[in-house]
């Protein structure tokens, strides 16, 4: 396959896995019992629990206070850090509580790397939003607590929109036209860029319009990379190509933020995180953005999301049922889930959208409560996404195939065919099942 040496066999020890994991992931029958320590109540248990997030310091204290039984060490993931826990689990010397990226889950299920959490959270999805808690789920197991999420908005310029009388467009097919009439209005002016080296653009409308790049069927993998959903995204995003509506540059780079501060591309169309990378890098814009919702697909009404990270309890962990009362407690109570949002995540708690802290005005944003847009869009997600044990393989693919794409060589359709070739041949190397 096209370009597939830049991107098969990076880091992956599951080329001689057994079709029983795939059968264990898929009926969700697998993954650990959480060690043979003893999980009585009685017990005083330390926890040790690892992440990222600004002011968890803060959060643990709190909970050590007030639950001298569970008590918990807390250790500062950088660099790194994440790098070192698949092995550290399998030498049995991992933490009880690791925060990862919720697109990371199949992989160490697979591997049987995580505790299934179901016998401890009982009614629990009640308090996430659709979307975060479908992350953590595979089939009727449970194997995360889910802690932030990225749903989807329209950042856009609001002097550009009107100095040249544009209406901010509330469907993609508006959207394509206010490109139309933005370069008809001034050349120089693009709707949006398209960066082929930031595939979370593309995937989070994927998901928006109620598609994934894999799901599991009976008992194997099905992989829906060129899915008719992700059709629909190739050809809405070929359409802005070919008519020269979008920008070509690569996110994150000093070029990209140089157009956007000069007020070259009009929209950006991407996750609650977002805003403040926004206005750190463009502070000369200030005032001149707002956020709207994300444009819609014909008939539906769904947001677009990035996805998130979780807690998980590690298959070392000898105290599962209290670790899982800890996380619980920071990623859906309403003092937890302050000290989430204190730290600038957007939260997947229900608790967390109505959050006075959350929901505070902008002045980078002209005054607007942009939070009230995000929360609205979290609760409009579908729940459709799931991850798959190639994921990061799969988004690597796209990238590279995307800059064939930005470069004129193939079309997005045939970057996805392209994939999803890529996709199946590295699962089928795996030894999983791959649905026909």
């Known amino acids: 396959m096209a370009h597939s040496s830049t991107w098969r066999k ?38 040790e629990f690892w992440g990222w997030v600004p002011g ?3 959060a643990v204290a709190e909970w050590n206070e007030n639950n001298p039984a569970i008590q918990v060490e807390f250790f ?48 629990l999805a009640e308090d996430f939003t659709a979307s975060s808690w479908g ?17 989807t908005g329209l950042m856009y310029r609001t002097d550009i929109f009107e100095e040249y009388g544009i209406e901010v467009p509330t469907t993609w097919e508006e959207y394509v036209q206010a490109g ?39 008992d194997a993998w099905d992989v829906t990379v060129n899915g008719p959903e992700s059709l629909e995204v190739a050809e809405l995003w070929q359409t802005l190509l070919d008519e020269d509506l979008v920008k070509v540059v690569e996110m994150w780079t000093p070029e990209y933020w140089a157009e956007v501060n000069a007020g070259t591309i009009a929209t950006i169309n991407y996750a609650a995180w977002f805003p403040v990378l926004l206005e750190e ?5 200030s005032g001149n953005w707002a956020v709207a919702d994300t444009p819609l697909f014909s008939g539906k009404n769904t947001a677009g999301e990035s996805g998130g990270s979780v807690n998980v309890v590690t298959a070392n962990s000898d105290h ?84 064939r794409v930005a470069n004129g060589e193939i079309t997005f359709e045939e970057a996805l065919d392209n994939v999803q070739d890529m996709t199946v041949e590295e699962l089928e190397a795996m030894g999983l099942n791959v649905a026909s």
């Open 180 to 218: 139309r009439d933005l370069k008809a209005a001034n050349p120089d002016i693009y709707i949006a860029q398209f960066s082929p080296n930031e595939a979370g653009l593309w995937m989070e409308t994927v998901w928006q319009n109620e598609g994934s790049f894999f799901q599991i069927e009976d």
């Open 135 to 151: 992350t953590v789920s595979f089939g009727d197991a449970v194997y995360g607590i889910p802690q932030d999420s990225g749903p």
């Open 56 to 58: 968890l310091e803060d």
């Open 320 to 403: 599962p049922e209290q670790a899982v009362e800890f996380i619980t407690w920071l990623n859906s109570s309403e003092s937890g889930v302050e000290y989430l949002i204190d730290g600038g995540v957007f939260p997947s708690a229900v608790t967390g959208l109505s959050s006075e802290s959350l929901l505070q005005p902008s002045e980078f944003y002209g005054g607007q409560v942009i939070n009230e847009v995000f929360a609205d869009a979290a609760e409009r997600v579908p729940g459709t996404w799931t991850a798959g044990p190639t994921h990061d393989l799969t988004v690597n693919a796209l990238k590279d195939e995307f800059g």
């Open 76 to 123: 500062r993931m950088t660099g790194d850090d994440g790098d070192k826990i698949p092995a550290a689990i399998d030498a049995g010397t991992a933490p009880d509580v690791v925060q990862m990226s919720a697109h990371s889950l199949p992989g160490h299920i697979i591997n049987n790397r995580l505790t299934d959490l179901t016998p401890y959270v009982d009614g």
């Open 281 to 285: 890098s463009a502070e000369s814009t």
């Open 10 to 47: 990076r880091g992956l020890a599951a080329t001689g896995l057994a079709a029983a994991a795939a059968l264990a992931l898929a009926g969700c029958s697998g993954g650990s019992d959480g060690g043979s320590g003893d999980d009585g109540a009685a017990e005083d248990v330390t926890i």
